[in-house]
């Protein structure tokens, strides 16, 4: 549903931020997206719905290019964008005042605007900071407000970007726990991060380095390969764990690392036969 054709792109002081990108995002599928500091996953994910054009090569949407001005608004509808630190877009006095603002620029009518920030909100179990103001809330009660203001525009597409490098482990759990339900429910997801922990779940990971896309695959694949250290990225502690134990011969199915249960009550049904 996202198409980026031989996308390049220098910011204004030169700085080569994307080079020549090739990837296609299809529908309903989850993206995990990583590379160390510098390597372009927010300039990639700020070319997802427009908010940046490429100078080189081409981003569709649904077929719409992202360099058409008059196709950028119903891509807006398709794709959502959630950063980093959502304090820096709040514009509204009250939540739900902030959570009006989305719809409203894409010009829903009113009683369709209500009933959608009804459904967010309670989506999201806001319900009772409905009158708060956004900037008096925590990291993560804010990440959940604009979270909940995407999902107002109620987009087919979802991209987070670094959402959770800000929150506590419970509130990144949370976060992290509402993404996979979305995708649950069909919805498109693009994720970046850091903590290769997060995309376990993920059906594909790209890595990228200084602009480029230098590893694709599954997680079974990407997240065990012997270059990511060398890249910058930590691979999951127990998928590090499951290599050491296959280098002493005891092999370790993949499906286990996804937690410390499940590889626990691997390891004890291995060790623990009578
Ligand atoms: N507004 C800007 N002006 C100039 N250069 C920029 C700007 N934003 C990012 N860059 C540069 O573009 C490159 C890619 O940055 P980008 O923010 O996309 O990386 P990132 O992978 O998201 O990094 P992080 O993990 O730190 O969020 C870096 O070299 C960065 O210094
Ligand atoms: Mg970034």
Redesign the pocket.
Known sequence: MIRLENVSYN?P?G?P?LRNINLAIRKGEYLGII?R???????LALHLNGLLRPQKGKVTVRGMSTGDFSKLRDIRKIVGIVFQNPETQFVGRTVEEDLAFGPENLCFPPAEIRKRIEKSLAEIGLEKYRYHSPKSLSGGQGQCVALAGILTMEPECLIFD?VTSMLDPASGEAVLKRVKRLHEKGKTIVYTT?NLEELHAADRIIV?DRGRIVLEGEPEHVLSDSSLRGLGLTPPSLIELAEHLQEHGIQVPWEITSSPSSFAEEICRLFLKT
């Open positions: 910011y002081d700085t931020a590379g500091n510098g390597s372009g996953k927010s300039t670094e850091h990228m």
